[in-house]
Every structure is written in structure tokens, then in C-alpha cells.
Nanobody, 115 residues
Framework: QVQLAESGGGLVQPGGSLRLSCAASGTLFSITIMGWYRQAPGKQRELVATIGSLGRTNYADSVKGRFTISRDNVKNTLYLQMNSLKPEDTAVYYC?????????WGQGTQVTVSS
């Protein structure tokens, strides 16, 4: 079992920055890829960024150059640094951890970009 707990969401003005954190606990050796997904009202959940155990990253085109995903394997924490935020980035952001058995999800954290 893996437990994930996100934090760091909130209200920010367009052009601002936020950093999301995801603390992982449980059977951590089973985790391979970790990532961030988001779901806006009325839309399907979509991939934002992923990072493998060796640090290889992948980003959605809509966030390339603005968002940075990273993981601290000592602190067992996943991060998402979000810069130059736009209103269309408004969504609930979910942390994800993949294992060979199943994916795990956090409870989500709300990010609202508005003036």
C-alpha cells in the first residue's frame, strides 16, 4: 500500500507561482513512476508531468517551460513547481504513484488562478 498526501495549492494571480508537494508513505520500494495530473471542472483528468525513478521527466505540452517536476527520494516527496500560471491552469491537482500492481492517487489539492 502507498499513501499520498498533497499540499501547496491555493489562489494565485495570473503570472504567479506555486509549489505543490506530495508526501509518500507506505511500500515505497514498489513505486516506479510518479506524476501530477489535474482535473478542471467539466473536463477529464489529464497528465501534467511525470518523473521516473532515475529522474527522467515528461511534460504535457501546455505546461512545458513553465512547470518543473522533481522528487526527493530521501524525503519521499514529489514536487511540482508551477511558474507563469494562467487561468487555464485552474484545476484540482492530483499526485500519482505507479507500481507493478496498481496506481495510487492522493486526495487532490485545488489550484485557482484568478485576478
Amino acid at each position: 500500500q502507498v499513501q499520498l498526501a498533497e499540499s501547496g495549492g491555493g489562489l494565485v494571480q495570473p503570472g504567479g507561482s506555486l509549489r505543490l508537494s506530495c508526501a509518500a508513505s507506505g511500500t515505497l520500494f514498489s513505486i516506479t513512476i510518479m506524476g501530477w495530473y489535474r482535473q478542471a471542472p467539466g473536463k477529464q483528468r489529464e497528465l501534467v508531468a511525470t518523473i521516473g525513478s532515475l529522474g527522467r521527466t515528461n511534460y504535457a505540452d501546455s505546461v512545458k517551460g513553465r512547470f518543473t517536476i522533481s522528487r526527493d527520494n530521501v524525503k519521499n516527496t514529489l514536487y511540482l513547481q508551477m511558474n507563469s500560471l494562467k487561468p487555464e491552469d485552474t484545476a484540482v491537482y492530483y499526485c500519482n504513484a505507479m507500481t507493478s500492481v496498481r496506481p495510487y492517487w492522493g486526495q487532490g489539492t485545488q489550484v485557482t488562478v484568478s485576478s
